[in-house]
């Protein structure tokens, strides 16, 4: 049976469909255990739900189901597939990741047409009772293997979450990015806050116990989809609401907010003053702007790296710092906030192993991949050699606070 209910938005209704697990399940030609199970690895969370606790689904879920089978089928695992937020994530890094896995089916493809004609020449050997070369075929299979080992080597190397891992694993700092940030927030009971460019609310989710109660917290992205991961994070809780804005027409009414938040995500913005406009306008006297950035040096030891491997590798076509970091960013403030003051991150990243760098590498936004594609191996050996003795990188990352 399918359900429909009324939704309340703004004021107005809209007519949404629902689906049972067993009618979701067959709509996808999967099993029910598999729907289950994707919503207790968080990677497809239901609709909603009804009375009695039944799983609902929407038109929109079935389009995030769609991906999430296409990614499994392209060999991704469901960790890699849980970190790129599907759907409305980081586009750019997704489209490079499927990319990849052309690239690898195209190489397997080449190398089964090989395998393909050594057997045709083989058994054409012996229609004509001629000596059968053994060991070419052999050294074809073997190669074929080495090429397979080499392809999934790199193809695990390049999932996003590469990233995350690198900092939580190996930075020098254990309290954390998030911790340290949400602690300097001072929050208090009937605050009103907006976080802009909230993402998946790790902000919130990895300090859910400490958020004091009587605070009214607005989550936003420009992403739907991002904002629907930050609810299943965080899931039913009183304080947050959840909308989608955009940081140059924020959709409040002027002297509305005591703090807006903007966790490295003014960079990204197209108009960046336009963007602190507005900020400056929702938020009431004295009220205070917290925007986090990072400089120039902020892991430049891996940009190094890999141009010493090849000057043509560029990891990111836009330094992001140049549009707002820490150091130019306490100018661009100045324009808008009367007190602007920096606060640093003390922290370093310390390793000896050369796959969580590489890993890192790999998930980057620039050119990497189709450079480093078909000299897999030997970037390996080349990062091996420089990290085994023990590699140091820098981080310089911060907030600037900026009162109104």
Not at 9 to 27: D, N, P
Not at 174 to 186: A, R, T, V
Request: hydrophobic share 35%; aromatic share 10%.
């Amino acid at each position: 049976m399918i359900y429909s209910f009324f939704d309340y938005i703004e004021g107005r209704h809209t007519m949404s469909q629902y689906y049972t697990s067993g009618e979701f399940a067959k709509k996808a030609h999967v099993s029910i255990r598999t729907i289950r199970y994707y919503d207790q690895k968080n990677l497809l969370k239901p609709a909603t739900h009804t009375k009695g606790g039944a799983r609902l689904y929407t038109d929109r879920d079935f389009a995030k189901l769609q991906q999430i089978l296409l990614l499994k089928y392209l060999g991704f695992s469901l960790s890699d597939i849980r970190e790129m937020t599907i759907g409305s994530g980081d586009k750019q890094l997704l489209r490079n990741s499927l990319q990849i896995q052309k690239r690898l089916a195209e190489e397997r493809l080449e190398e089964m047409k090989n395998v393909v004609n050594a057997i045709d020449s083989t058994s054409q050997a012996l229609d004509r009772n001629d000596q059968v070369d053994w060991s070419k075929m052999l050294n074809l299979i073997h190669l074929t293997s080495m090429n397979q080992s080499l392809s999934m080597q790199y193809k695990n190397a390049t999932n996003i979450s590469a990233r995350i891992r690198l900092h939580r694993d190996y930075s020098v700092n254990k309290e954390g990015w998030f911790p340290w940030l949400f602690s300097n927030l001072h929050l208090k009971s009937g605050m009103k806050v907006l976080e802009l460019g909230a993402g998946n609310g790790a902000l919130w989710s990895q300090n859910i116990a400490k958020v004091p109660a009587g605070v009214n917290i607005i989550l936003s992205d420009i992403s739907e989809g991002m904002l629907a991961d930050a609810k299943n994070e965080i899931s039913n809780k009183p304080e947050f609401q959840y909308a989608v804005i955009d940081a140059e027409k924020i959709p409040f009414a002027d002297n509305t907010f005591d703090l807006v938040i903007a966790n490295h995500m003014l960079f990204y913005c197209d108009d960046i003053s336009k963007a602190l406009s507005e900020i400056r306008r929702v938020l009431k006297p004295g009220a205070s702007l917290v925007c986090s950035t990072y400089s120039k040096r902020h892991m430049r030891e891996i940009t190094d790296l890999v141009q010493s491997f090849n000057s043509n590798i560029v990891l990111s076509s836009t330094n992001l710092y140049e549009r707002f970091g820490l150091d130019n960013g306490k100018q661009i403030l100045s324009k808008f906030f009367s007190d602007v003051t920096c606060k640093k991150y003390h922290d370093a990243i310390e390793i000896s192993e050369a796959t969580p760098i590489i890993s890192y590498i790999l998930s980057c936004h620039g050119n990497q991949n189709e450079i480093l594609l078909n000299h897999y191996q030997e970037f390996k050996q080349y990062v091996e050699s420089k990290v085994s003795g023990g590699f140091s990188i820098t981080k310089d990352a911060g907030f600037f606070t900026a009162r109104k």
